[in-house]
């Protein structure tokens, strides 16, 4: 087999139609690579599998996986629209360690000055948590909560060795939560904050010098 050359691919990986296209009208300018944008599916098991198939593609061997999308909050004073950097994700099936969240800070912040960054780990739910399960989890040690990123990066570091992340957008926080009045505005707030992350993700990208095989 001839070696391959050139950049690592990037996989970011996220589960709603709504997220995706966030993701699709993003400024894609500045990748160090080639970059795909996979639509999941909601919930851990077709993040799960939706994942390991694709990276079953020679194309992505050695891939970079970033996990994103939307999340929930569990930290009071979280608003919609505050970005979420995974220092680690974590659920019942194992706890995954996030790479270069220095970086995507760094990243982050300098992309959305207005924004707050929270870090922390990102724990796995197969449900919306609402209520007082919320601060079930804080007390976990967790700070956000969303039902994809833990199985998407647990399957992107079975399929192989390579570096991986999640950056979530919070749509819904303790005081804010979805079911109430104001949502819609959250709603609004956390798209436009996805469309905006991806020059933040190429320069987390870039910044592992991970050459290709």
Do not use: N, Y
């Not at 000055?113 to 724990?123: C, E, I, K, S």
């Not at 967790?142 to 833990?150: R, T, Y």
């Not at 390579?162 to 798209?191: C, K, M, N, Q, Y």
Request: with cysteine; proline share 8%; hydrophobic share 45%.
């Amino acid at each position: 087999m001839t070696p391959q050359t050139g950049p690592s691919p990037l996989l970011i990986a996220c589960a709603l139609g709504i997220e995706h296209l966030a993701l699709r009208t993003g400024d894609r300018a500045g990748a160090d690579g080639p970059v795909t944008v996979l639509r999941t599916g909601m919930g851990p098991k077709a993040a799960g599998r939706s994942v390991t198939r694709v990276l079953a593609d020679p194309a992505l061997e050695g891939a970079a996986v970033l996990a994103t999308g939307f999340c929930a909050g569990l930290a009071p004073g979280m608003h919609p629209g505050d970005l979420v950097v995974a220092e680690e994700t974590r659920d019942p099936l194992g706890t995954v360690a996030c790479a270069g969240t220095d970086r995507l800070v760094k990243e982050l912040t300098r992309a959305l000055p207005r924004r707050t960054v929270h870090r922390g780990p990102l724990t796995g739910s197969d449900h919306v948590v609402r209520g007082p399960e919320r601060a079930d989890l804080l007390a976990t040690g967790a700070i956000a909560v969303d039902m994809e990123s833990a199985a998407t990066l647990l399957s992107a570091v079975r399929t192989g060795a390579r570096p991986v992340a999640a950056v979530r957008v919070v749509v819904d926080a303790p005081e804010h939560e979805l079911v109430r009045i104001g949502t819609l505005r959250g709603g609004i707030s956390a798209f436009r904050v996805l469309r905006s992350v991806l020059p933040a993700f190429f320069e987390w990208h870039r910044s592992l010098l991970l050459p290709r095989r």
